[in-house]
């Protein structure tokens, strides 16, 4: 099974991983960015890491 995810072209504040996602799954790109920052400041889950991973992953965005 292989899911292709993309970076976000036009919603993006850095690299456009939280928008690429937000995309994908039809959610709101605001939503979706507070969300992941306040699961970031939990000690359980390691935001920024898990950031550049996605960063690394996913691939470039779409131009449409």
Known sequence: MKINI???????????VVG???EHFNWNANVAR??????????VFPG???YLI???L???PIEA
């Not at 993309?6 to 456009?16: E, I, L, P, Y």
């Not at 507070?34 to 000690?43: A, K």
């Open 6 to 16: 993309h970076r976000s072209a036009h919603d993006r504040v850095f690299a456009g």
């Open 20 to 22: 690429g996602l937000a």
């Open 34 to 43: 507070l969300l992941f920052v306040v699961l970031s400041i939990t000690p």
């Open 48 to 50: 920024i890491i898990v």
């Open 54 to 56: 996605l960063w690394l």
């Open 58 to 60: 996913m691939k470039d």
